[in-house]
């Protein structure tokens, strides 16, 4: 059982009772999800325990489990009758199934018009490296001084090439007779070609409580480094959350899956409000998890001394329960807008096993990681 104690200052005295005809042994859960026993329960007798508020109990008899944890609607010296109590915790917090991952389909690369006088020019000498990730061999072409194409090299599906060349050196790419592509040399070191034409594709996800809305991802084009993203359309983020409200679903990333133990992060925080902002935006709010990504984390905290910025990135997320968060990214001086879900993965003690905030409950560092 992955359901943990959280630390709290607020105390509450409560009674436990039990009406039943089986004897309960308590526990209380720590806070890295370990139970330690209490006291016993017999039928028709009660039990006055001071807590604190977001305290997880446990109550075992040989037949049957119910959990307790105190929160703000806690009435001070009241009487729970376990009998009446269901496992809901265990059951929110029960491991999130192993999901297929998406694979990526390739579209057909189309024909492009290249520009007029294309042509050669003397440029700083580089390194450049050309990667095909279509599924056609393509023919590469070098385009002289005097704007002639010369056939230079074949870059086969899924395969790279590595030359010597110039700035302001065009190359064109061509499937048959089609030109597909080009790029002038700029001094950039890896040109991938058929990148947009890859596309990823998962696996509808619909069950009776979350849904991938497969159906309306697929009716919109798609934007970003390999099309993980989709256009800046409000028209699609208005389908999307009206449909998740409609059906009262949460949204679930079909293309980035939760795996075993994710939970979702109002799962993770039971007694704590999960919102975008909370004291504000500030450097301080980030903190590196377990994976090795400081750079991103330190650019993350330099972006977050102008809160406007941050608060662009999330300029189309609706805050509410249904578990959607569109993050507003450039690529290439493209915007494209990333859909995630709130499932995060957890380490062994519960916890949240990579990038978290200063605050419990805040989420745009970690909807950004």
Not at 202 to 225: D, F, M, Q, V, W
Not at 272 to 291: A, F, H, M, N
Request: include cysteine; hydrophobic fraction near 35%; proline fraction near 5%.
């Amino acid at each position: 059982m992955t359901t943990r104690s959280t630390s709290s200052s607020d105390s509450v005295t409560v009674i436990f009772q039990n009406s039943g005809s089986e004897t309960f042994e308590a526990f209380w859960v720590d806070f890295e999800g370990n139970e330690e026993s209490y006291f016993d329960l017999p039928p028709n007798t009660e039990e006055v325990t001071d807590t604190f508020l977001s305290h997880v109990w446990v109550f075992r008899s040989d037949k049957s489990v119910k959990i307790f944890m105190a929160t703000k609607d806690t009435v001070p010296d009241s009487k729970i009758e376990i009998t009446k109590l269901e496992s809901e915790l265990m059951k929110k917090e029960s491991v999130s199934p192993k999901y297929e991952m998406p694979k990526m389909i390739h579209t057909p690369l189309e024909k492009i018009t290249l520009p007029k006088g294309l042509k050669s020019s003397n440029g700083k000498a580089v390194v450049v490296s050309f990667s095909n990730l279509s599924s056609d061999d393509l023919d590469m072409f070098w385009v002289d001084y005097t704007g002639n194409l010369s056939k230079y090299d074949v870059l086969k599906a899924g395969a790279w090439i590595t030359s010597d060349s110039y700035i302001s050196h065009p190359f064109v790419f061509k499937q048959g007779k089609t030109v597909v592509g080009y790029h002038v040399v700029d001094g950039t070191r890896t040109v991938t070609v058929g990148r947009k034409n890859m596309i990823p594709c998962g696996y509808p996800i619909n069950n009776e409580t979350e849904t991938s809305c497969h159906e309306i991802l697929i009716k919109y084009p798609r934007a970003g480094r390999s099309n993980l993203g989709f256009i800046e359309d409000q028209s699609m983020f208005t389908e999307l959350y009206n449909h998740l409200q409609d059906c009262g679903k949460q949204f679930i990333d079909e293309e980035f899956p939760p795996q075993q133990n994710w939970s979702r992060v109002t799962h993770i925080f039971l007694n704590t409000e999960c919102v975008l902002y909370k004291s504000g935006i500030v450097p301080q709010d980030v903190i590196q998890g377990e994976i090795g990504n400081c750079w991103l984390m330190q650019s993350l905290s330099g972006a977050a001394m102008q809160p406007e910025k941050i608060k662009e990135l999330f300029k189309y997320t609706i805050e509410s329960k249904q578990g959607l968060y569109i993050v507003r990214l450039y690529f290439d001086k493209e915007v494209a807008c990333i859909l995630v879900d709130d499932y995060l993965p957890l380490n062994e003690s519960g916890e949240i096993k990579y990038s978290r905030m200063l605050e419990p409950g805040e989420l745009w560092g970690v909807s950004f990681k």
